[in-house]
């Protein structure tokens, strides 16, 4: 033991460089075990809390089948909800449902209360609370005045025994609706919802649900929130993604560690063959190159654990100015903040521990095979050396391309990490795009007429009363009437997009989007024609794709934008990018077929309608479009056409008067759950009509996001830092292994010019590979990361991002350069 202290001081800076490279490793440790698994949390939580924690839902399930399933020990949480019945009060829109407890509790918390008690009590979220004009107090009475499915008025004086936060599932789409015990509902038909351990694979539990218990296809069906939920196949007791990663880290780790070491090998087999040599056995060699690794990782366990912890102080104390509201998981407040796997942490570090045995055995057999003499010899012949070229430069690199290649894959590792980490990033980025995308989520509140008769919509008297509401800076609008293109010969369709969403939608009411009239063998396309305000065209530019969005252009004649949507090989759905489903040109005249009377009937959304009740209108197509600025609700036009024109032009042509949908923005500072209230109030008694809190909704993702953000940063700030160390340290390293070797060179005659060439070329050779395996490494993890979490499907872009690749190459081969010379200029 004497004998390695003595080393460890007596070769300080390549002992202290071995020590930074343990360093680096426990660095690389907590990242993996504490933030990035962070960051995964907040992903899942989130998706649950939007979506429910749910994988599998049965529709229309009998007793008989819940029976036979609550018992399945692969179930972690069962819900259980039945519709009871809708409300017929002239005045509130609500519905009443039965629910269990898990179901109840699923993404929201008790406020005040508890379960049902008496067969009259009743839970209702705040927001419904409020919508009905109630205090927030427990054990008052509430009438309520219902349909049930049998079609029965029902009235019942009914208990509030319990209030419990919103849950987003029913508030993100406007339902209020009231909960009653699911023991005393009488319907025969249930909505069974299952949350499964892990270990489960899903598409076996459909696949056995429908033949065991009878469950038709089209009733049962996954609620996974994201695709790797769908192919989940976890150990209920070992997370088996931790130990893939574990082993990933540790392989990281492992090869840091032995890229230093490699390149003191032969420094250590001239002191070692100098020491068999002196008669020392073999069992201390072992034993001495073992304890002064041992000791030099204990010595960096401490400081890095110590760093890793301070880092992880300034990571929370930053989350502290980040205000997230609460959610709620099974009744319980979610844990948004930072987790340290502590287990994870030892497993890795014993993992370590175990290769410096391994790495000592290694050297150990390295050292013994070599015989005294030639391990004692210092010397560089440059002649025995130079069996491979006469060129002394390159031969100067052949000689340490094992040396270079370690240290090269190591480095290239941390950066692929590095630009894995910007990849998912990138990932979160577009999935909140996509998210406003598929929430129109373009203004603070929406409210849209949604009841499948199109006649049903917002009056003008409503219109005028919410312009009285203060808090409101404007209003933009839409009105609408259905229409169906007669197709042209000379556009171009995509045939697989619309086979499949006819596919999807032949047996709904609103039936195929593209087909043939069988009485007048015209090829339709079903569409709608809209009128936007003045301000939405504004807004609808931003989904420009071609063409003029002037409002002067389109008060012009007949010019109108239309709405063609886009999508790409792995998608039957519109996306923000992609191909056109109909190559409808700038300047093409299209013709409309809409109805003649103001009111329409059900028969609309048949293609195969009586056409003579049908009056054609023409319009010029200036713009092209990709995106419709206001959300599609009952109608279902947005996987279609839509023909967009201005109101008083839509005035002009059409005698429909009221408004489809309202996109409101709120005045700055004021409080948009108050706006939102008295927004609500003006609709109260119209059960066709759906306001949605927009501004709250994203503000609840946005603090989530934000702390993913956060997390995000100190990983990319953490390996920033370990891939600039590294690269300092590994070329400190080899500088230390070459140095004698420069001065052999100089020996021989070569001059300073001569010198400076050999570590310019050596530099270029080290950045050349490490940008190629660099490359090489992320590209093929960003293909397996994209194609196996069937992010594909999501609509998002597989973009590989070279100006990351080029500044991590620079961080990666500028120190490299830097310290090369400036240690030969010292040396000098």
């Not at 240290?407 to 894995?420: A, D, P």
């Not at 499907?793 to 990351?804: F, T």
Request: with cysteine.
């Amino acid at each position: 033991m004497k004998f390695v202290l003595k080393y460890i001081y007596g070769n300080k800076i390549k002992s202290f460089l071995v020590s930074f490279s343990f360093l680096i490793c426990i660095m690389i440790i907590i990242i993996s075990s504490s933030l990035v698994e962070t960051i995964s949390n907040l992903e899942n939580l989130q998706r649950e809390y939007q979506n429910t924690p749910y994988n599998v839902i049965i529709k229309n399930a009998k007793n008989r089948q819940y029976e036979a399933i609550k018992d399945n020990k692969e179930v972690k949480a069962l819900g259980l909800e039945s519709f009871i019945g809708s409300s017929v009060d002239k005045k509130y829109l609500y519905q009443v449902v039965g629910t269990n407890s898990d179901n109840l509790l699923s993404t929201s918390m008790f406020i005040k209360g508890g379960l049902f008690k008496k067969e009259n009590d009743v839970i209702l979220e705040k927001w419904t609370l409020d919508y009905l004009g109630l205090k927030p107090n427990i054990n008052q009475k509430l009438k309520i005045s219902y349909k049930n499915e049998s079609g029965k008025i029902v009235n019942e004086e009914c208990n509030i025994c319990g209030i419990i936060h919103d849950t987003p599932t029913k508030k993100n789409i406007g339902v209020k609706t009231i909960y009653k015990n699911i023991k005393d509902s009488k319907s025969n038909d249930l909505s069974i919802k299952l949350e499964y351990k892990r270990g489960t694979r899903l598409f076996s539990v459909l696949d056995r649900y429908q033949s065991q218990y009878r469950i038709e296809k089209n009733n049962i069906s996954i609620n996974a929130s994201s695709p790797e939920e769908v192919s989940e196949i976890l150990s209920s007791d070992l997370d088996i993604n931790n130990i893939i990663k574990s082993s990933i880290f540790s392989l990281l780790c492992i090869l840091i560690v032995f890229s230093i070491i490699n390149m003191s090998i032969r420094d250590r087999i001239n002191l070692y063959s100098l020491i068999k040599a002196m008669g020392a056995k073999k069992q201390f060699i072992f034993k001495s190159i073992f304890y002064e690794l041992l000791i030099l990782y204990m010595i960096s366990i401490p400081i890095g654990l110590f760093i890793g912890n301070l880092f992880t102080k300034i990571i929370v104390k930053k989350l502290r100015f980040t205000n997230t509201g609460n959610i709620y998981i099974h009744n319980k407040i979610a844990n948004l903040s930072l987790i340290i796997n502590y287990k994870q942490i030892f497993a890795d570090l014993t993992i370590l521990l175990l290769f410096i045995l391994v790495l000592s055995y290694i050297i150990y057999r390295k050292i013994k095979r070599i015989d005294i003499i030639s391990g004692m010899n210092d010397e560089y012949d440059v002649k025995k050396n130079n069996r491979f070229t006469k060129n002394i430069y390159l031969n100067y690199l052949i000689k340490d391309a094992s040396i270079i290649i370690t240290m090269v894959i190591t480095m290239s590792m941390l950066s692929s990490y590095y630009l894995m980490i910007g990849f998912n990033a990138y990932m979160s980025r577009e999935e909140e795009k996509m998210m406003v995308w598929d929430m129109y989520a373009y203004s603070d509140i929406k409210v849209a007429a949604t009841d499948k008769d199109l006649n049903k919509s917002i009056s003008k008297s409503e219109y005028e009363e919410l312009s009285k509401i203060k808090g409101i800076r404007s209003i933009d609008y839409s009105r609408f009437i259905p229409g169906k293109i007669i197709y042209q010969d000379k556009w171009k369709i995509n045939d697989a997009y619309f086979s499949n969403i006819n596919e999807n939608s032949k047996d709904e009411y609103w039936k195929e989007y593209f087909g043939i009239n069988e009485i007048t063998k015209k090829k339709l396309i079903k569409a709608s024609v809209r009128a936007y305000n003045d301000e939405s065209f504004i807004r609808l530019a931003e989904f420009k794709t071609s063409g003029s969005f002037d409002i002067k252009k389109l008060k012009e004649a007949n010019n109108a934008i239309v709405v063609v949507p886009k999508t790409d090989d792995n998608n039957f759905k519109n996306l923000p990018d992609g191909k056109n489903v109909v190559d409808i040109k700038l300047g093409d005249d299209i013709e409309v077929m809409t109805p003649k009377d103001s009111l329409i009937d059900m028969s609309y959304y048949d293609l195969n309608d009586d056409l003579s009740k049908y009056t054609i209108t023409k319009f010029k197509v200036v713009g092209i479009a990709y995106g419709t600025y206001f959300e599609n609700a009952r109608e279902r036009t947005n996987p279609t056409l839509n023909i967009i024109i201005t109101d008083k032009k839509f005035s002009n042509i059409y005698k429909i008067k009221d408004f489809r949908n309202f996109n409101i923005y709120a005045k700055d500072n004021y409080d948009i759950d108050k706006l939102y209230s008295e927004i609500d109030k003006v609709f109260l008694g119209r059960k066709n009509i759906v306001t949605r809190n927009i501004r709250s909704e994203l503000n609840q993702i946005n603090q989530i996001n934000s702390r993913k953000k956060i997390f995000n940063a100190a990983v990319i700030v953490s390996l920033l830092m370990a891939i600039l160390f590294s690269a300092i340290n590994s070329t400190s390293s080899l500088y230390e292994v070459n140095k004698n070797d420069i001065s052999i060179i100089k020996k021989i005659g070569a001059s300073k010019k001569k010198i400076y060439k050999c570590l310019i070329l050596e530099w270029i050779f080290i950045s050349l590979i490490l940008i190629f395996t660099t490359f090489l490494i992320s590209k093929l993890s960003q293909y397996l990361i994209y194609y196996n979490k069937g992010i594909y499907y999501e609509g998002i872009q597989n973009i590989y991002d070279y100006k990351n690749l080029i500044c991590i190459s620079m961080v990666n081969s500028l120190p490299i350069l830097f310290i090369l010379l400036r240690r030969t200029k010292k040396m000098e």
